[in-house]
């Protein structure tokens, strides 16, 4: 079974020591291997397009741009109940989700929905996440998201609907909007 990530500032015991760098980065591999939390399986689809209904479903916008990975969340009958989509743009990406149908604790679901994709991304090499606040600030702030001004998304997310903008980079609120992104 693979490692859920339940708060961002979960490190290791090491790299609190001075000079000790951040985290190894996961391998892809290790990354994307489906995970289980209090009975909810996690995985990444193997189509996107597996989680358009569940967006049809709460109304919310599928992406008009390509979607490099989605994962998905499913109860004990194998049903999706939540899902996350991920566009990206370089370095950058922007979450489209998450969005819960089900489940006891939709918002503990979104947490490893969030989580899972975060680790995903960074093995896959993004540096920037960006999010739609979309009611989830607990969530956001639980994973070291902070509040930016829509002029920092780059051309290649930038001109979508929505109010707001959350961004996560290595889940720390510590970097500053002057650093571009590499590959943006």
Partial sequence: MARSRTRANSRDADSSRPGAGPAPVPSLAAATVPRVWQ??????LSDAAEARPLFDYAALPWPDREVAFAWGAADGTERL????ALERSGG???LDGPVVVG????LEIAAQLVAAVLDHATAAG???VYARPQGLDRVWVRFGFIPVPESTLPAGLAGRPGAGLYAWRGGTALWT???EPAGV
Avoid at 103 to 106: N, V
Wanted: hydrophobic share 40%; aromatic share 4%.
């Fill in 39 to 44: 009975g909810i399986g996690y995985r990444p």
């Fill in 103 to 106: 489940g006891d604790d939709p």
């Fill in 81 to 84: 109940i939540g899902a996350v």
């Fill in 92 to 94: 950058a990406a922007m």
């Fill in 126 to 128: 993004v540096r920037t």
């Fill in 177 to 179: 909007l002057r650093e």
